[in-house]
């Protein structure tokens, strides 16, 4: 009988499985694409191996963990307190060019399975089961994978990213591991490293080349995500989102869904799995009017105020905004009531009567009318117990019954489980959005959770969003967490814009960016012009390198334009008009990275026909020379015209070493520009050389 295969295919990978009567599908290709032809079985190619089992288990899309199958397993259930082993036996496998279907059934153990496997636009893949109790009795559940896969032999290392509040997305490098590696959260948000994700590299691959796969999982709560070698010589990669001890039953007839697992495969290197990692994410996500507009100009009032805000005060710091060009003034905490400092308030969600005394619609009028949006911050899932939500309802707050309730900043977490939290919070916002022209809600979370609140918890903020979104689906809404921890493709479905980091120094902004880029795509990426000194930091940059650092992101402005002098406020409204100038190049486009020599880092944003190119210098350089700068994404131009805009920052000085090439625009090959380089000016520390590319007639 010819071996029945079923595959997905898209431009630079394919993904195969053979498919049998008695199993689930067996994995036979995730990688770099091929055409299948007429394979052997894979019980007919592999070879036998010594100290084996008598009929040999290959891995399969779900592998029976306890029944020869030794590596990572796909579902982890009990029953009765009794470890339960699913072996599936019946299997219906449905297939077209976009999507493989799977189901598979245990009459014995009373389960049936279903799998999803389809292809994104874009060209990345998209994983996700389901799990159906088909007995009579109440099945636990402890594990169930979004995504359980094979990596080849021939992968070589490991991408990852940690991070904490104020340096978030730390890069990480490592060598495959020998036994296993693990990627676990456990803070009840997706946390400061950014998504759960990996990215697995092929030999020798990376920016511009070479196999890639890379891996987030849809989840904003505890997950796990693990690479492990198996002894025959390849890996497995899997995902899934973390249960508590005994949280997820379910009764006969109940189900559970995995969030969703988005897996690019490129053979272009790093910038090829991240260019389908952000087609991936763009489809997520849900903009009012259904199409994205140009990117506000924001200006958020948080640094520029904190807590010390009043009607008038912020008045002012809105016309300064507008006076630059600011198309979105964003009130940020201190507006509520009893709210002076981050220890009273939350939960209690009307305007403080002391600074507000006519409540905030003077104010929202008053922004409207100067020709900006009106923006609001907003922590809703959080507590104070100084405030008269939680006097009237302490046990809306997560608790274990006679253990102490663990505060940070002063707060504490409400159970979104419940549905009459999530009653009163949509309640409570859905008047501020009925009775005011809000237009965009920042929306933070401040604190890990302790206790845990699980997967309900997730579920429950999911839940919240999906309603006040419908019910307001013009609103947009920011993700933040203390910055960037909550930074992830579950909530990307439900929000606009993720807070990058409350990290405003642009020399930390580089690598952090550049993280989040990795799976994020830039016109959700809040780059803000930070104070100098930076507040996290206390370092000191020149305007011009901190407004270029923001430039390919979500532009905002965190500082207060008043404490500029004249000529800094220019310049400033200048970075403005330039970023408005530029913004549809940078964003809903691809955008590429690479190093250059001695420390200098660079980024691309652009179409097959133009671009803007940034090159940072964030350290003083240690050639005599800058060393042309290869683009290797250019290779296939016929002839690019380049020019170079500015260099922010560090201009001072080099005007006599730039040159004259950068007088006027300059055609060259993109061959050239690919394999021999673009000559750079120099550069000295914190600067950016910013040139603007297009296709030459």
């Known amino acids: 009988m010819p071996t029945r295969l079923v595959s997905l295919h898209s431009d630079q990978a394919s993904l195969v499985l053979e498919c049998r009567a008695d199993g689930p599908p067996l994995w036979r290709h995730l990688g770099a694409r091929v055409v299948e032809g007429d394979l052997p079985s894979l019980s007919d190619s592999r070879t036998a191996a010594s100290f084996s089992l008598d009929v040999d288990v290959p891995l399969s899309t779900a592998p029976a963990a306890g029944l020869g199958w030794f590596g990572p397993a796909c579902i982890a259930l009990r029953r009765d307190g009794r470890a339960l082993i699913p072996a599936f036996g019946p299997v219906w496998v449905t297939a077209d060019d976009q999507a493989i279907v799977i189901e598979l059934s245990d009459a014995l153990a009373g389960v049936s399975l279903r799998q999803l496997i389809a292809i994104e636009p874009g060209g990345a893949f998209r994983l996700s089961a389901e799990l ?34 104020n340096a978030e997305l730390i890069e990480l490098a490592e060598a495959m591991p020998q036994q296993a590696w693990l990627r676990e959260g456990r803070r009840g948000i997706s946390g400061h490293g950014g998504p759960p994700a990996v990215v697995v590299l092929g030999e020798g691959a990376g920016h511009h080349t070479g196999l890639v796969h890379a891996l987030q999982l849809g989840w904003s709560g505890d997950s796990r995500i693990a690479v492990e070698r198996d002894d025959e010589g390849f890996w497995t990669l899997s995902a899934g989102a973390i249960f508590q001890p005994g949280e997820v039953i379910l009764q006969p007839g109940e189900s559970l869904s995995s969030p969703e697992a988005i897996l690019a495969v490129s053979t272009q290197g790093r910038n090829g799995a991240m260019a389908q990692q952000q087609a991936a994410l763009r489809q997520r996500i849900s903009w009012p009017g ?112 006679g253990r102490p309730q663990p505060t940070a900043r002063n707060q504490l977490v409400l159970n979104l489980a419940l549905p009459k939290v999530r009653d009163y919070l949509f309640g409570a916002l859905d008047a501020l959005l009925s009775e005011l022209p809000i237009a965009y809600l920042k929306w933070d979370h401040n604190r890990d959770l302790a206790p845990a609140g699980g997967r ?22 920011e993700s ?49 012009v930070g104070a100098s000194p930076a507040h996290a930091t206390g370092r000191s940059q020149s305007l011009a390198f901190r407004a270029a650092v923001a430039m390919p992101g979500h532009f905002g402005v965190e500082l207060d334009p008043r404490k500029l002098n004249d000529t800094e406020r220019a310049e400033l409204a200048e970075w403005i008009t330039f970023h408005k100038q530029w913004r549809h190049l940078l964003h809903g486009q691809q955008t590429w990275h690479g190093h250059g020599a001695d420390g200098l880092v660079w980024q691309a944003a652009g179409n097959a026909r133009e671009f803007l190119l940034f090159a940072i ?81």
């Open 132 to 165: 159906v109790n088909t007995g009579d009795k109440p099945i636990c559940v402890d594990w169930l994978a979004s995504a359980l896969l094979p990596l080849s032999a021939s992968s070589a290392g490991l991408i990852s990213w940690r991070g904490r509040h």
């Open 290 to 401: 259904g199409t994205m507009r140009p990117r506000p100009v924001h200006l958020n009032s948080w640094e520029a105020c904190y807590f010390d805000h009043d009607a008038k005060r912020i008045l002012g710091l809105a016309q300064a905004a507008a006076d630059l060009g600011v198309e979105r003034f964003v009130l940020d905490d201190g507006w509520f009531k009893g709210r002076s400092d981050d220890r009273a308030g939350l939960g209690d969600w009307i305007a403080d009567p002391v600074k507000y005394p006519q409540g905030l619609k003077p104010l929202a009028d008053a922004v409207t009318s100067m020709g900006m949006e009106f923006g609001l911050w907003v922590e809703p899932e959080m507590v104070n117990p100084d405030s008269d939500l939680y006097r009237a309802h302490p046990d809306w707050a997560l608790h274990l019954p």
């Open 456 to 477: 309900a918890q997730v579920l429950g903020i999911y839940d919240l969003l999906a309603r006040l979104r419908a019910a307001h689906p013009m609103v947009e809404i």
């Open 480 to 528: 933040c967490a203390g910055g960037g921890g909550r930074s992830d493709a579950g909530i990307a479905a439900h929000t606009h814009r993720f807070w990058t980091s409350d990290n405003i120094d642009a020399v930390s902004r580089v690598s952090i960016q550049r993280g989040f880029l990795a799976f994020f795509p830039p016109e959700v990426m809040g780059a803000h």
């Open 617 to 697: 210098r964030c350290g003083p350089a240690h050639d005599r020379r800058p060393q042309p700068l290869l683009l290797p994404f250019l290779a296939d131009w016929p002839s690019c015209e380049i020019e170079l805009l500015r260099i922010a920052g560090g201009e001072t000085g080099h005007a006599a070493h730039r040159p004259a090439l950068y007088d006027t625009p300059q055609c060259c090959t993109g061959s050239w520009l690919a394999h021999a380089g673009l000559p750079l000016p120099p550069l000295k520390a914190e600067s950016v050389a910013i040139f603007h590319g297009r296709l030459a007639a």
